[in-house]
């Protein structure tokens, strides 16, 4: 028997929510993802090369941070990631927060509303940050954390610094605002 024409129940309706917020979160995913560069054009050992002053090491650093945000994002989180392994607990407290953080942050295309109030995107933010921090120094592994976090710094940084510039594809207009041309494979 067709249903055509029929009045969706209230599981249906839930489950039509469900599909397309996981479809709308896939799609973002990808799209955030879209925008990490080749990990061969980052790993090129042929552009590592000592900055010739401090000048051209600020230059070299604003330019890499932009270019390379989403790489230099997942090199953090990997090395984050891979120091949580023996602190099985503080893992799940951070499968968790990022959980949270897609949710209420990154996936929402409306405005979060509670009791008919607006939240501001920053206040958002400011709340999963403190709720972040506080959690995974909650979990025990607080010098673990925060050890591991400037070791991915310190490798970021050591990246921007060593990478040179001359063969990206930039637009030189909005490279400090993470503007960038795509390069073509």
Known sequence: MSNYGTIPTSSDTASITKTEFLT?????????????RPWK???NLHSLNLPRGF??????????????R?????????VL???LLWYPI????LFVLMAAWLYFYFLRDEPLV????????????AVLAVVTIGLLLLTGATLNILVSVLIGVAVVLVHAILRKTDDLCLDEDGVEAGGYLPVSA
């Open 90 to 93: 503080s893992l799940i407290v």
């Open 24 to 36: 709308r979160a896939t799609h973002q995913i990808k799209a955030n993802l879209s925008t990490t």
């Open 70 to 78: 989403a790489n230099y994002a997942i090199i953090v989180l990997g």
């Open 114 to 125: 509670i009791f008919h109030y607006t939240i501001n995107d920053r206040v958002i933010l």
């Open 81 to 83: 990631f891979l120091s």
């Open 41 to 43: 054009e980052m790993l």
């Open 55 to 68: 000048s051209d090491t600020i230059s070299r650093t604003k330019t890499n941070l932009a270019y390379f």
